[in-house]
């Protein structure tokens, strides 16, 4: 019932005592009737892009998918009503919290909160089959508890997106912590950051990083080594040697530019580990000797990263 003009639904909704699906998007509904919560079989409810303010005591026990993206919701209800739920999203809400339960829902696989007015996440170290979170466009400041990946990364969190907020720093070491076998995508664009640390030259299971538009003058050269990195977004910073010429030749250039500023993590598995053959005490302890020569500094990263040394 999609796209209509529906004001409300009927309050004996639950008189469908096998529906399954119900999908109400794009509607006018300010509110949705009690009812709901009393039909069993409802695993998937739609009731986004309407003009709800509130979904306490309307969610069914069984439910599996909620989506309720584009409404005016300030506050979700305890979620423990629905300890079956795998899919949540509610972006382009009103949102100023969420609340603790959601770490305790331990089937959620995706959530998406984005574009909101959250200040910050709870705890979701509880939620162990999280593959991905959508925080971004709100005010978080820090990066939330997550759940522990297993070792073996074929499960655990893929995808982390916080972009848009006001994160200052990383705590890296947590996040390796956690999601280091697993975490493929990291989205940190468009926020306060002014360095990363080092230890995520650990997170072996990188494919994707973006911290473009933030306040980083470099980036550590352990992200060089990530043999799975294969897309790196740092336009929007003013990274002193990463000049934009090596960044327009692509994320091989970059890694092979950052493997000359610092070794590999020694958290850093062998078979996830990409030197190409360049890794260098030699050329490295030079870099340390040129620091205090910007001229100088400067043409030995130039020569690192083309692989010519100009004596003009």
Known sequence: ASHNR??????????????????????????????????????????????????DRVLPSGLCELRLDGNHIARLP???????????????????????????????KTLDVSDNNLTALPDLSGARALVEVDARS????????????????????????????????????ALVRSVGPSLAHLGLNDNKLRSLPVVLGALGALRLIDVSNNDLSELPGSLGYIRSLSKVLVTGNALRGLRPAIVAAGVSAVKRYLRTRGPPHAALASKERDDGGEFDEWALTIEAVASDDPQLSSALRDAAASGALKLV
């Open 78 to 108: 305890d979620l423990r009503c629905v300890p079956n739920l795998e899919s949540l999203s509610a972006a382009r809400n009103e949102l100023a919290e969420l609340p603790p339960s959601l770490g305790e829902l331990r089937k959620l």
């Open 138 to 173: 709100n005010r978080i400041g820090a990066l939330p508890a997550l759940p522990r990946s297993p070792a073996s990364g074929a499960s655990g969190l893929a995808r982390l997106f916080l972009g848009c907020n006001a994160i200052r720093a990383v705590d890296g070491e």
């Open 6 to 55: 529906l004001a409300q639904l009927p309050t004996n909704i639950d008189a469908l005592s096998s529906l399954r699906v119900l999908n109400v998007s794009s509607n006018a509904l300010v509110a949705l009737p009690e009812a709901l919560a009393a039909i069993a079989t409802l695993r998937v409810l739609d009731a986004s892009t309407n003009a709800l303010r509130e979904i």
